[in-house]
Structures are given as C-alpha cells and as structure tokens.
C-alpha cells in the first residue's frame, strides 16, 4: 500500500447545505470553486481578445496605406488606447491569473484556495472594471491618450471627455481585483501547501506565482496612487500634474513606470512558470538548475524597481540618472537570459514530444529572444532617444508581450485544456493555429522593427507616402489579419473540443505535477488523498517508483512533521496533524500583513509626492495655517487608540470578555474623536479657502490626510462591527483570529498617522 | 579602533586564526579606507558622492562582513544573538534608521560644519554606521544559526530596507542643490574632475538608489543560496542532534 495522506477539509459550511455537482449555468456567477473561477476569467480573456483585437485591426486599416481617411484622428486615438489597456489589464492579466487560481490549489494539493469568497470577488472586480473601461464608449468616448495615459494630456483642460475617467477607475477596479488575487495566492501557497510539499519541492509555475505576487502587492498601489491623483485632478482641479500651478507632469510618468515596468514582469513570470512545467513533461527531463530558475525569479522581481527610469530616457532627466538606469537596465536582462539557457538546457537530451504546448513553447524561446534583443537595445541610451516613440518599440512591446506573455498562455492552454475540459483538442487543427499565428504574428511585427528604425512615430493616426513605409505597413497589416484567422480558428478549436472532443484521460501527457493525479476534469472536491510529495515531481516519482527524484533520506522523519514533534518511523502515512484553528490563525495573520503591506507602499507613493512638491518653494510656508498644537492632541489620542486596542487583545486573550468589550469602545471613542479633529482642521483651513484645488499645497494635504482619514474610518467601521458582535457573544470562545487581524489594520493606520504627521506638520519647522 | 576591534576578533575566535577572519581583515581594511585614506578626504571636502560611497561601504559591507566572519562556538555573545533573533525588527530599525537620521539636513550640515576642529563626529559617524551594519546584519549572516531568520524572510527583511534606501536616494535625486550646502559650496573652489555640483548631488542619490540596491540583492541571492542548498538545516540538525 503506497504511502497517501490526508488533505485538511474545511469543517465549517453553511447549515443546510450540500455539497453537490450541479452544473446549472446561473451556479457559475454564485460560484466560489477555484476551478470555475478559473474558467470565468479565462473566458473573460477570450472575450476581450476578440474585442482588443478587433479594435486593433480597425487600426491596422487606417495604416494599411498612407494619408488614409478610413478614420479620423479622434477615433483612431481611442481605439489604440482602448486596444492597449484592454490587452494588458484584460486579456494577459486575467488568463494568467484564470489559469494560477485553476492550478496553483491543484499543484499544491489543496482542495481550494485559502479565501474562496475572496476568490470570486477578485474575478468579478476585474469584470467589473472591464466593464467600466468599455462603458466609456458609450458615455461620450473611449479614453484616448494612449494605454500609459502621460499628463498632461490626461488633464482635464486637455481631455475633456470622460473617457479618462472611466479609464482610472476601470482600472482602479481591476487592480482591486488583481492585488486580491494576488493575496489569496501567497496565503494559498505558503499555508495551504500538502504538509509533505516543502518549499523546494514547489512546482515552479507556482513559484512564479509566489513571486509574481509579491510583484504585484508592490507595484499596483503605485498605479493606485497615480489613478487616485488623476482623478482628483480632473474631477476636483487638484494640481498634482499640471506644471502650471507648481505640480509636475512627469510626477505622472514616474508614478505611472514605478508601476508599469514591474506590470510587464508581472505579466511575464508567470509564463515563465508555465513554461518551466512545460519544458521538462515534453522533454522528459528534469528542469535543469531549479534553484536558478528560482533565484532569477526573484532577481527579477526585485530588479523590476530599479529599472523604471528606462521609459523617461527622452524627458531629459539628464545624463547622470540616465546613466544609472541604462546600467540597471542591462542589467535585468541577465535574469531573465539565465532562464532561457535553462530551458535549453532541460530541453538538450531529452526526449521531445513536439506537441502544440511544446511548439508553442519553443517558438517562444526564439519571438521572446528577438523581443529581449531589441528591448536591451533600449537600455543603451542613445539608441533610445533614437527609437522611442516608433514602431521600433511597437515590435519590442509586441514580440515580449505575444511572443512571450501570449504564447506562455498559448502553450499552458494546450497543456492543461484536456484537464480543464477533460477533453483532448483536435491536434491537427491546433497546430494549423499555430503555425497560422506564428506567421502572421512574424508577418505583422517583424517588419515594424524597420518601420521604426525608417522613423515611423507610433500612435500617430497616418503617415506620410515615404519610400518603404506603405509595402511594409501593408505586409503588417496583412500579417495581423492572418492572426485574426487563427484566433478565428482558435476558437473554434475550443467550441469544437468542449462540444465533441474526445474524453481526456487523467494524465494525457505523462506529466509530473500533482494536478495530473485528478480527473479530467477535477472533481468538485480536488483531493480525498495526496500522494507524498518528495521532490519536484511528485507524480512521477509514484508513476516510477524504480527512477525516483529525490535521495532515501534515512532520517527524515526527524523534519518532516514539526507539528507532531516527534519522530515518526520512515514510511509510515502522514497526517495533517495541525487543529484548524492553528491553521486559520496563521492565515489570516499572513493575510493582513500582506494587505498592510500593499496599503503602506500606496503611503509611501503619496507621502513621495508631498515630500516631492515640498521642495517646490512655498509650499511649505502654506503649512504655517495648519493648526499643529490641536492635531498634535489629536494624534496622542489616536496613538493611544493603539494601545486601548492592544489592551482589548490582551483581554481577549485571557478570557475577559467585559474588559474586552470596554476597551473596544474606547478605541471607537478615541477614533472618533481623531476623525472629529481631522474634521476641525479641515473645516479651518475650507474657511481660509485652503482646498483640494486652490493650491498645490492644498492638494497634497488634502490628499495624503484625506486618504488616511479614510483608512481610519473604514477600521472604525470595522471595528465597530467587531464590538457589536462581541456584544452579541460571538468571540467567547477565544480561539478566534479576528479580533487579533483587525489590530494589525488598525495599528497599521495609526503607525502612517505617525508618518504623515511627521511630515506634514512636523517636518516644515524643522526644514525652515 | 581598527586594532581594538581586530583584537576583540582575535579573542572571539579563541585565538585561533579560521579561514573567515579573512572576511575579518577585509572589513577593517575597508573600514581604514573609508575613514582615513585619501578617498576619504575626498568625501570629506569635495565630493558627497564619494561620502557616500564611503558610508555604504561601512553600512553595507564592512559590517555584513564582521558578522559573517565570527565564528560559531564562543558563547560569549549568545545572549546578545538570542535577544536580537526574537527582535528582528530592531535590527532592521536600525540599520534603516540610522541610515534615515544621518541623512536628515539639519543633523547633516551641522556634521559637515563641526569638521575643522576635532574630528570626533565625523568618527562617531562612521562607529555609528558601523554599528548599525552590524546589528542589521545579525539576523541575516550571525554565527548562530538557529537565531537567524527564515532565509525567505530575509529576502522580505532586505527588500524592505532596499526599498526605503531607494526611497531615500530619489529624494536626494531631486532634492533642491541646497539641500546639503557644505558640498554644493566647497566644490566650486578647486574641482579636481569637473563635477558640477548638481551631478555631484544626483550622483549620490543615484550611487544610494541603484548600486546600493544591487548591494541587498546580492544579500537576497546569499540567502536564496543559503536556503536552497539547505545549509542551515544541516547545522541546524547537527545542532539538534547534539542538544538531544
């Protein structure tokens, strides 16, 4: 009898209910099963494909010949703003994040995600937000100053429209729904892992995930900030990025990047996680040096923030920054080549299958390559105010962005659509798709590098009859049509599978990982029993039994179970030992921290822009109205707000449940009686016609005191909440964690307070 | 204070010479460098951008590298290490902090200015930071093992601190040139290479955003390394094994 072992169940449901497998089409939009939110957002992707690419192929026949008239300027600007944003925020985004919260449960033999409920509404934020974006159509004009959206055409003396608007906060939604996600997945994977999972045994496309979350708590509130600034911008004449009252266009752009190159690595890590599963199963190879996988995973992920200044080259920062980002800059290239020779590496030797996941995957190692290339081309600086702006960056951004991101999501369809669908797809037609889209995706981008290098501008609606530009724009054009035919094609290869594909077996590929051990498709329940994980490739491990990964270690019993804390004889089946309540705690503690940790960089990008327009002189002379002796008061009130709730969690936790109660509400008070100071402040200073907009000063006070003025009210509700319930009796039984997870938010509040104060009041009578 | 602290080391290492006390030297002729060599009268006097070479040199290097060069047996420093390990932040504070308060203008200038007489502060200076390189580096690279943080936590403790450095070297970017006046004065009078004052400050922002940077991702990948290759787990086994 082969070793197996018990997958924690969550104990509590809704009374009432069963568990069952109906498949009623209105279960999907209730649903909380990773597995159909999956589906949702990968069917998500397919839909704005369709509608980013047709948007696009609008624009390629403007361009197919010079002066054309097809469509003016006004449209043509929205439909490349729209085609970029939806690409990007809507199309690559939500599959990579539709297949990470299918397979990551699956690879690590969890039978969900750590927050279900969490889960769903991460997916239908991003929905939401799409429908926003594309709302804007119909509310008076797309947003149309292009995907990055640079101030001060964004401003609302400028872009008039709404169609902005609807761009922040489409956005805004999404990113909710992203950095959701992104939570979930990191408490998935660092607390919800098999217990024989150790973390070197991870399978890589979930290690790319881990890091790829990481990414994405640290670069959205950044986008965030940016957003948020906009919109108080336009819609309340802040002055954030208008140069004209002392605020800073390129503030925008230094915000918008800070983000936007970690955004482009977000969208590429995963895939390389993707492809390090792909290359070994179609190799029939282990993946070649896991550890530097690994490690310039995280290279990259921590380089990803030294490298934004690559986009500003042309705005004359001066030679010196310039200088220093062009080494960093060639520097991340490094990581990332580490990786390709890797997967060469896995596949030398082995034994290839070429099927059209395996296809898919190398065609990526040589577009992705060509895309490096011309991307380290930019790190050199004088090639880059040679290039930038033209259709040299179009080819660049297209061959990372299809030829990378794309074909990963490509190549992970064919591998893991017999287990999502527990069908096969029709082989002959999918690599008629592919090779269709590898022509014309070739056809389409190639020549643009020439186009750019022969100076043609990008995001210009037409172009003049100059020698060369017309055959090569027509040869571009041509090539995305042909594209548009194998989407076409594509998708009728997944209506055709779904319809009368053959049924899939559990393991069509011989793969390694653990989601192959379910059916096709998985059960409601993903896993009864896990297989013992001892390497990273567990199931092959059991398919082979004689060819094992890993080494007999003859005491390994002494490491595996910390929770037991007793050695086990080696062999016996291993329990999940840890009481549920163990178990919770350690995921919500983890969760909040990693909520509170995107919430203080969102701090830090706002606290950055006051301190940046502080140096504007005068600024800080404005800060003589601001009433220092009273909101000093009022902070020690909040700060001691602090300690009244650490001493309702130390109550807690000794059972008494009336000092708990007490101390609670005096943290209410306390609170309260904070907001009701801010409230004064803000009511002196709109007498003295001190507001949003009068003012750079009054911009970025009311912004950074504003928003935390909100965090405190949304933990007082919260917090409010919690003491009604404990009113109600609902914590007498001490072992719940919520009590303790609201007062890491709610100290959290209280530490920025701290920050703010000191910058904002402190700081201008220390720097006079 | 080079010899007094070689000779702390000595006696540390019971002593014996190991083959880390190599890592030893090369930090205190670092440290040498920095404070009395002429690259530091440099800093000193002409540029802040080699001031700042020098200070990262003493925060990020020479004092990661004493704490990695002790060695593991005296027991002499286990409570201070034990006390330390359940205290993480402190370290982390430390390190950030003192990093953060050197930089402060007002603290800055009055430091710059205290130079023609005795050269205590500047010295303080650099003890400090010494000291802080130190600590903060304890929970990464101490000499007991079971102290030091979870090597995944490690990369998280760095890349923390990696961001508040850059933090604070775009701040000094671009900051206003007058920001730290002794040097955007001084240089005007004999500037050996031409370095206008205004590159000069960007330089040095620049020197602590960047390389400064690649500084904690190589700490970052040391600990990667580390953990993958399950060096600690085979001390830390060792270690058990003995205790039980």
């Given amino acids: 009898m082969r070793d197996i072992v018990l997958v924690p169940e969550p104990e509590e449901s809704l009374p009432g209910m069963t568990v069952s497998n109906n498949q009623g089409l209105l279960q999907w939009i209730s649903s909380v099963d990773h597995k159909q939110i999956g589906i949702l957002y990968l069917w998500l992707s397919v839909l704005f494909l369709l509608v980013g690419g047709i948007e696009v192929l609008l624009v390629r026949i403007q361009l197919f010949v010079p002066n054309s008239h097809f469509m003016g300027p006004e449209m043509y600007d929205q439909l490349f703003t729209m085609h970029g944003t939806t690409m990007i925020f809507f199309v690559l985004t939500p599959a990579i994040f539709g297949f990470a919260t299918y397979f990551v449960p699956l690879m690590v033999g969890a039978n969900d995600m750590a927050f279900p409920r969490l889960n769903a509404f991460s997916f239908w934020a991003t929905f939401f937000g799409g429908c926003l974006l594309y709302f804007s159509f119909l509310a008076g004009g797309a947003p149309d100053a292009g995907w990055f959206n640079y101030a001060p055409l964004n401003q609302y003396n400028y872009s008039s429209s709404q169609g902005i608007d609807y761009y922040c906060t489409g956005l805004l939604f999404s990113g909710i729904g992203t950095v959701t996600a992104s939570v979930n997945f990191v408490v998935t994977i660092l607390c919800y892992r098999v217990k024989t999972m150790r973390l070197q045994q991870l399978p890589l496309f979930v290690w790319m995930i881990l890091i790829n979350s990481f990414l994405v708590l640290a670069a959205f509130p950044s ?184 074909f990963g999501l490509f190549s992970g369809l064919f591998y893991w659509l017999p287990k999502i669908s527990g069908r096969l797809p029709d082989e002959r037609l999918s690599k008629w798709f592919f090779w269709l889209f590898v022509i014309g995706f070739n056809l389409t981008f190639l020549v643009q590098h020439a186009l750019g290098a022969m100076g043609m501008p990008r995001r210009v609606y037409t ?135 995107t919430e203080a960089m969102f701090f830090v990008c706002l606290i950055m822009a006051y301190v940046y327009f502080s140096f504007v002189p005068g600024y800080t002379a404005q800060s003589g109205s601001l009433d220092i002796k009273s909101t000093g008061m009022f902070s020690i009130l909040l700060f001691s707000s602090s300690f009244t709730y650490w001493l309702a969690e130390k109550n807690y936790g000794s059972g008494n449940f009336r000092a708990l109660k007490g101390w609670l509400l005096a943290t209410i008070a306390l609170g309260a009686t904070f907001l009701f100071g801010q409230g004064r402040e803000y009511a002196h200073l709109l007498h003295d016609q001190v507001n949003i907009g009068s003012s750079l000063f009054g911009t970025g006070f009311f912004t950074l005191t504003g928003f935390h003025g909100l965090h405190v009210l949304v933990g007082l509700v919260i917090i409010m909440i919690i003491t009604g319930l404990s009113f109600r009796g609902d914590y007498a039984d001490r072992r719940s964690s919520v009590i303790r997870t609201v007062g890491v938010y709610w100290h959290f509040v209280d530490l920025v307070w701290l920050f703010v104060f000191l910058v904002v009041y402190v700081s201008p009578h220390i720097f006079k | 204070m080079a010899i007094g602290l070689l000779y702390l080391y000595y006696k540390l290492t019971g002593f014996r010479w190991p083959r880390k006390s190599v890592l030893f030297i090369l930090a205190m002729l670092l440290f040498l460098l920095v404070t009395c060599s002429p690259p530091h009268y440099l800093g000193m006097h002409y540029y802040l951008s080699a001031h700042m070479i020098g200070h990262i040199l003493l925060l990020l290097i020479c004092g990661p590298l004493m704490v990695f060069s002790l060695p593991e047996q005296p027991q002499t420093l286990r409570r201070f290490s034990s006390f330390l390990s359940k205290r993480a932040w402190l370290a982390w504070m430390t390190g950030v902090g003192i990093m953060w308060f050197w930089h402060i203008p007002s603290i800055f200038n009055h430091m710059m200015s205290d130079m023609p007489g005795l050269a205590v502060m500047p010295l303080l200076q650099a003890a400090s930071l010494l000291f802080a390189g130190i600590l903060f580096g304890w929970p990464l690279f101490g000499p007991y093992p079971e102290d030091r943080v979870h090597p995944l936590s490690g990369i998280i403790y760095l890349a923390a601190a990696c961001i508040s450095c850059s933090l604070m070297g775009l701040l000094i970017t671009f900051a206003p040139l007058d920001t730290y006046y002794p040097f955007a004065g001084i240089k005007r009078m004999d500037n050996l290479w031409g370095i206008s004052p205004k590159e000069d400050l960007q330089t040095a922002g620049l020197i602590m955003w960047v390389p400064c940077c690649l500084l904690y991702l190589g700490g970052c990948l040391l600990l990667l390394r580390r953990w993958l290759t399950g060096d600690d787990r085979r001390r830390n086994k060792h270690i058990i094994a003995v205790s039980n």
């Fill in chain 1, 463 to 597: 172009y003049p009859n100059l020698p060369g530009w017309t055959i090569l724009n027509q040869v571009s054009t041509v090539g995305g049509f042909l594209m548009a035919a194998a989407v076409g094609l594509l998708l009728y290869v997944l209506v055709k599978t779904a319809l009368v594909g053959k049924p899939a077996p559990r393991d069509p590929w011989d793969a390694n990982t653990l989601e192959w051990t379910t059916a096709s498709p998985p059960s409601l329940k993903n896993f009864d029993r896990v297989i013992p994980v001892r390497s990273t490739r567990p199931f092959r491990d059991y398919k082979r039994p004689g060819d094992v990964d890993y080494k007999e270690e003859p005491d390994r019993g002494h490491m595996e179970d910390p929770n037991e804390g007793r050695p086990e004889a080696p062999g016996t089946p291993v329990r999940a030992a840890a009481s549920p309540a163990g178990e919770k705690n350690r995921d919500y503690s983890l969760m909040i921290k990693l909520v509170v940790g």
């Fill in chain 1, 223 to 406: 986008l965030n900030a940016a957003l948020a600034m906009l919109l108080l911008d336009r819609q309340l004449h802040a002055h954030f990025f208008s140069a004209v009252s002392g605020g800073s266009a390129i503030l925008w752009q230094h915000l918008f990047w800070l983000f936007g190159h970690p955004e482009v690595y977000i969208l590429i890590l995963p895939v390389f996680g993707i492809f390090s599963e792909v290359f070994p199963v179609f190799s029939r190879k282990p993946i070649f040096g896991y550890g530097m996988v690994v490690g310039s995973g995280i290279a990259i992920a921590l380089l990803a923030f030294g490298v934004w200044v690559h986009h500003m080259f042309a705005t004359g920062l001066g030679n010196t920054v310039n200088s220093f980002f062009a080494a960093s800059s060639l520097l991340i290239g490094i990581p990332t080549g580490v990786k390709i020779f890797n997967w060469l590496a896995t596949m030398h030797g082995g034994k290839i299958r070429f099927s059209v996941s395996m296809l898919f995957a190398i065609a990526f190692l040589i577009e992705f390559t060509i895309g490096g290339l011309s991307g380290i081309s930019f790190a050199i600086v004088p090639i880059d105010w040679q290039l930038t702006d033209t259709y040299y960056v179009v080819a660049h951004l297209h061959f990372v962005f299809i030829g990378g991101s794309l």
